[in-house]
């Protein structure tokens, strides 16, 4: 059981490339979610999915794409990378709506730089 | 809009200590609090998870509490070690989307 994986782990991109972050997690889990993590600012949910086929926007979702094919991967993609897109990236899941009794479990995370 | 708050933002003790970070949100429409602990360039780990309808739980030397009609958690760290210096985040569970919010962080720095 390898819980939540992402890759890449670090990454530098120049302004105007695209890529995707990838993330996935082998515990049977509906719900999934990104967050980036900027100094001084915290955690903010970018993309979330509440199941396979099901995606929904968080508090920052511009410049991000995602789509759920699968229970299992989420990926994020950058349309056109910006510096503003600098950030540490992490994804998380949990077994239902992150109510209740419904731990979130995270990733390693994604260190993007854009220059 | 859910506003988290964490207080002190950071914090150094002599090991052996007995320590209380605080957290304080301004919706009490919650489903719940999770406390976490974040290494550096690590992940976040989760600690504790209360229920909005909990008053505390409990994890070996951890003790975290909610008061929900005043917007407050607690999180107790009982016999402080120097292992257990890190980053700890609260963060609220709320709204249609059940989104979580999170707070800053208490950066712990617990001396040998």
């Known amino acids: 059981n390898a819980g939540v994986t992402q890759t890449p782990k670090f990454q530098v991109l120049k302004t105007g490339q695209s890529m995707t972050l990838q993330c996935a997690q082998d515990?049977?889990?509906?719900?999934m979610s990104w967050y980036r993590q900027d100094p001084g600012m915290g955690l903010r949910l970018i993309h979330y999915?509440?199941?396979?086929?099901?995606?929904d926007q968080g508090e920052v979702p511009n410049g991000y794409n995602v789509s759920r094919s699968t229970t299992e991967d989420f990926p994020l993609r950058l349309l056109s990378a910006a510096p503003s897109q600098t950030s540490v990236y992490f994804c998380?899941?949990?077994?239902?709506?992150?109510?209740?009794?419904?731990?979130?479990?995270f990733g390693p995370g994604t260190r993007l730089t854009v220059l | 809009k859910q506003e988290v708050t964490q207080i002190p933002a950071a914090l150094s003790v002599p090991e052996g200590e007995n320590l209380v970070l605080n957290c304080s949100f301004t919706?009490?429409?919650?489903?719940?609090l999770q406390w976490f602990r974040q290494d550096p360039g690590k992940g976040l780990t989760s600690l504790l998870l209360?229920?909005?309808?909990?008053r505390e739980q409990t994890s070996g030397r951890l003790n975290a509490s909610l008061d929900k009609s005043s917007g407050r958690s607690t999180l107790y760290i009982a016999a402080s070690q120097p292992g257990d210096s890190a980053t700890y985040l609260c963060?609220?569970?709320?709204?249609?989307?059940?989104?979580?919010?999170f707070g800053k962080g208490t950066l712990l720095t617990v001396n040998p």
């Open positions: 209360i229920q909005s309808s909990q």
């Open positions: 919706d009490s429409a919650i489903y719940n």
């Open positions: 998380a899941s949990s077994l239902g709506l992150a109510g209740g009794l419904n731990e979130q479990f």
């Open positions: 963060a609220v569970s709320g709204g249609s989307n059940y989104k979580l919010t």
């Open positions: 999915s509440v199941g396979a086929g099901i995606t």
């Open positions: 515990m049977n889990h509906e719900y």
